[in-house]
Structures are given as structure tokens and as C-alpha cells.
């Protein structure tokens, strides 16, 4: 299976990802020996630290693809941008600064301030998708507020968005605890596609032939597949299934009567 990752930090320079192209092609041919075919380059936008604007990453996105080609690595990638929610981001995608998963302006993937769900996230979730835009939330196993409430995750994914879960959480790099809930996540079938947010060789690695290797074997080799079309879905625009979605906190009480 040829894999998609939909989160990566490989484009050179722009943010605390791969730091110059001497590093960006050294991840690029990890992620090619992972069995990654398709690969979207998501550096921060808005965030407190980076702003990377749309025209920037699309030209940059381009040079990198022609050196890859250069290079021989078979890699093929696109532009995109990992958004982070502030109350400026309705403004920033009616002016054009916001590059989505797709070239249909659908998905769009979401970064949650870490320590929490802020109070507006709602509101902005419910003028994006009244907009026809799909919040692909970025890695909310890893966010405090997700942490905290797990069944928060349940009604944003009712109200229209997607997730993405990392790689990494799902083989324990961030913890037991960040694991668990990235297991009760996809149990509840809360979860969607898995993308590495890889940013360099320190700690933030791919891991995705192995997360796609334990999915495979803990819920079925067709569940693997259907995360990696999912991923294949989104990068097209295309409808992503949403289907028998639970409560977190139901998939722990089911695993505590299960012991007896
Ligand atoms: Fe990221």
C-alpha cells in the first residue's frame, strides 16, 4: 500500500521543520522508504511564530517538487498550510490567504491552540462548514483540551469536521496516555487519516508504515486501508464516510463490562 501523508513539515526554511534543503531531502527520502507516495507540505500558518502565505508556499512547494525530481526521489507534493484556529481565520480564508487539502478549497486542516478548545471554536467551526469547508482537526490527541474532555471530539466530528491523528501517538512517542486515547479515538471511529507531522529527526519522525502496521493488526487490515483512501479522499476533495461514530467516553465503559 502506498501511503499518503497529509501533515508533514518538510518544506525547507519556512518553520521549525526541516531547517534547509540539505534536511528536507534527507526526510524526503525517509519518507519515500516509508512507502509514502503522496505527501502534502504543511507548514504553520498563523500561528504565534509563523505566517506562511498562500502564494509563498505555492512557489516554494514547486522549486522543492523540481529538486526532488532532480534528485530522483520519488516523491510527489503538495502545497498546503497546517492553520492554526485564532478568531482572524474566517477573514483570512474570504480573502484568499488559506490553501486547503485540496485543490477544491474543501478540507482544510485545523490546528487547535495546544491547551485547549477555546470557547469560539464552535462559532468558527459552523461558519466554516456553512461555507462548505471541512475542518480537518490536526492531531487533537495531542491537544490538552481533547485531552481533558475526549467527548468534545464527538460533537466537532458531528458538526462536520474530520481528524487527523498522528502517527507517532498511535506507536506511544508522546506517551502512554496520548496512545490510549489515540487507540479509544479510532475505536470510537472518531478517527480518520494519520499523517506524521514529521518535522525533523529529533523525537518527530514518520512512523507511518509502522502505525499503519499496528492499525492493520488491532482493528483489521481494512480499516488501514480505508484511513489511507480516506487520506487519498481528502487530498482529491472527495467525500470522506462518516459512519457509526461514538461517544470516547462509551468506548471505555464497553472495554470495563468487557472484564466481566
Ligand atoms: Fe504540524
Known amino acids: 500500500m502506498k501511503l499518503i501523508d497529509l501533515h508533514c ?19 524526503a527520502r525517509v519518507a519515500v522508504e516509508q512507502g509514502i507516495s503522496h505527501l502534502l507540505l504543511t507548514p504553520h500558518h498563523m500561528d504565534s511564530h509563523y505566517m506562511n502565505h498562500k502564494q509563498d508556499v505555492i512557489e516554494k512547494t514547486a522549486v522543492f517538487q523540481s529538486i526532488l525530481e532532480s534528485e530522483k526521489i520519488s516523491l510527489k507534493v ?9 478568531g482572524d481565520l474566517l477573514d483570512a480564508v474570504l480573502e484568499g490567504d488559506i490553501l486547503f487539502m485540496d485543490a477544491n478549497n474543501r478540507y482544510l486542516l485545523l490546528e487547535f491552540p495546544h491547551n485547549e478548545v477555546p470557547e469560539y471554536a ?14 480537518v482537526i490536526a492531531h487533537p ?11 468534545k471530539l464527538y460533537d466537532f466530528v458531528k458538526m462536520g469536521c474530520l481528524t487527523q491523528l498522528t502517527s507517532s501517538s498511535y506507536m506511544g512517542v508522546f506517551g502512554k496516555k496520548v496512545q490510549d486515547l489515540t ?10 487519516v494519520f499523517a506524521s507531522d514529521a518535522h525533523n529527526f529529533e523525537g518527530r519522525r514518520f512512523m507511518m508504515r509502522e502505525a499503519f502496521e499496528r492499525l492493520a493488526e488491532r482493528e483489521g487490515s481494512d480499516v488501514a486501508e480505508q484511513f489511507n483512501l480516506n487520506a487519498k479522499n481528502i487530498l482529491n476533495g472527495e467525500d470522506v464516510n462518516v459512519d457509526d461514530i461514538k461517544l470516547v467516553s462509551d468506548v471505555k465503559k464497553k472495554r470495563f463490562f468487557g472484564l466481566f
Open 141 to 151: 490527541e495531542r491537544n490538552l483540551g481533547f485531552q481533558k474532555d475526549p467527548d
Open 183 to 192: 487507540d479509544k479515538i479510532i475505536k470510537a471511529n472518531l478517527g480518520f
Open 78 to 86: 503538495f502545497p498546503g498550510q497546517e492553520v492554526h484556529l485564532t
Open 9 to 27: 513539515h518538510m518544506l525547507p526554511g519556512v518553520d521549525d521543520g526541516a531547517k534547509d534543503q540539505k534536511m528536507a531531502l534527507k526526510l
Open 122 to 135: 464552535e462559532n468558527m467551526v459552523f461558519e466554516l462548514t456553512s461555507r462548505g469547508i471541512t475542518p
